[in-house]
């Protein structure tokens, strides 16, 4: 069975200021892929990054970072500089490959606020 | 491109009453999920289609949820009779073809559904 676990139900920064969103998942798959989502209020999912358990190269796309650590089954977000319009949820998916299909399981989702 | 087109937007019901959502996926795009999300969760993987059929539907409650695809492109998800707990976002999503290394899903906005 697939679990995406993320710990943080709600989080509150300045503008400005960096977050980190912790995402930890299970499965028995040797090869699956992890992804990151945001749904701003207007409630559509947002895709941001795919991953696949081959590749544990960290990436970096302008103010978005991801860290992803299989020995620990994790694959933790950050925002640098955090800006306003990032308030969203922001889901972590998982996919397994063994057995085919594209069925994605989503943790709960962490509500992230940024104020001025 | 146009995304995934949902109709309606909102839904307000009373319990035991019957509701039909239609979704319109990207053109072309082979597979066509349907996700359910409550409140404070993530989205819940209900049916998905290849073409025209039923790929997986473990998770359908099929006493009182019904889908269709019939022409392999839009497709329709109905409830009846509703219940209290079916309050909830209904998200279709749609990607080019079943398997692949990166096979992205493309959601629509959703229906939130509130029954009373």
């Known amino acids: 069975a697939q679990k995406v676990t993320q710990a943080q139900t709600e989080i509150s920064v300045v503008e400005k200021e960096d977050v980190t969103l912790d995402c930890v998942y299970e499965?028995?798959?040797?090869?699956?892929?992890l992804f990151w989502y945001k749904q701003p209020p207007s409630g559509e999912l947002v895709f941001l990054i795919r991953?696949?358990?081959?590749?544990?190269q960290n990436e970096i796309s302008g103010r978005y970072s991801w860290n992803f650590q299989k020995s620990t089954s994790s694959f933790n977000f950050t925002i640098t500089a955090s800006q306003v319009v990032d308030s969203a949820v922001y889901f972590c998916?998982?996919?397994?490959?063994?057995?085919?299909?594209?069925?994605?399981?989503f943790g709960t989702g962490t509500q992230l606020k940024v104020e001025l | 491109e146009a995304g995934v087109a949902q109709s309606p937007r909102y839904k307000i019901i009373e319990k035991r009453q019957s509701v039909a959502f239609w979704c319109n996926p990207i053109s072309g795009h082979a597979t066509l999920y349907w996700y359910q999300q409550i409140l404070g969760q993530g989205p819940k993987l209900l049916i998905q289609f290849q073409n025209n059929g039923v790929v997986d539907d473990s998770q359908l409650p099929k006493d009182r949820f019904s889908a269709e695809r019939l022409k392999g492109v839009d497709s329709t998800l109905k409830i009846q009779p509703a219940k209290l707990e079916d309050s909830a976002v209904y998200l279709c999503?749609?990607?080019?073809?079943?398997?692949?290394?990166?096979?992205?899903?493309?959601f629509g906005p959703g229906t939130r559904l509130t029954v009373l």
């Open positions: 499965t028995r798959d040797t090869t699956y892929y």
């Open positions: 999503a749609s990607s080019p073809r079943l398997r692949g290394a990166y096979n992205e899903q493309f």
């Open positions: 998916a998982l996919k397994g490959y063994t057995g085919g299909g594209n069925k994605l399981t």
């Open positions: 991953r696949n358990s081959f590749d544990e």
